[in-house]
């Protein structure tokens, strides 16, 4: 019923820079909040970014500075630009949007995830 499909991860070194899309598609009415998480092998998935429809941000202080939030309401797409990357930021980042199917019905949505390595 809805998609959300990442893109733009890739290997890259320490002090570098990332850009990560993500664009969701299917049958819905809105989108309202949209966000970004990360999981590292062997540890929790935790909270990177959000950002609401009226693009109010918050970062997980881990970032703060470093990434930005931002989204296209009119191409249902959200992006995180990330620099200054550190090894410690190799994760997958998983795209996650609540979705507005019909008045009253509302649906979280997870992307499939795209690898972020930062290393030499």
């Known amino acids: 019923q809805v998609q959300l499909v990442e893109s733009g991860g890739a290997l890259v070194q320490p002090g570098g820079s990332l850009r990560l899309s993500c664009a969701a598609s299917?049958?819905?009415?809105?989108?309202?909040?949209m966000g970004w998480y990360r999981q590292a092998p062997g540890k929790q998935r935790e909270l990177v970014a959000t950002?609401?429809?009226?693009?109010?941000?918050s970062y997980a202080d881990s970032v703060k500075g470093r990434f930005t939030i931002s989204r296209d309401n009119a191409k249902n797409t959200v992006y995180l630009q990330m620099n200054s990357l550190k090894p410690e930021d190799t994760a997958v980042y998983y795209c996650?949007?609540?979705?507005?199917?019909?008045?009253?019905?509302?649906?979280?949505?997870w992307g499939q995830g795209t690898q972020v390595t930062v290393s030499q």
């Open positions: 950002i609401t429809t009226g693009k109010s941000t």
């Open positions: 299917g049958r819905f009415s809105s989108i309202n909040t």
């Open positions: 996650n949007a609540d979705v507005r199917i019909s008045l009253g019905v509302s649906l979280n949505s």
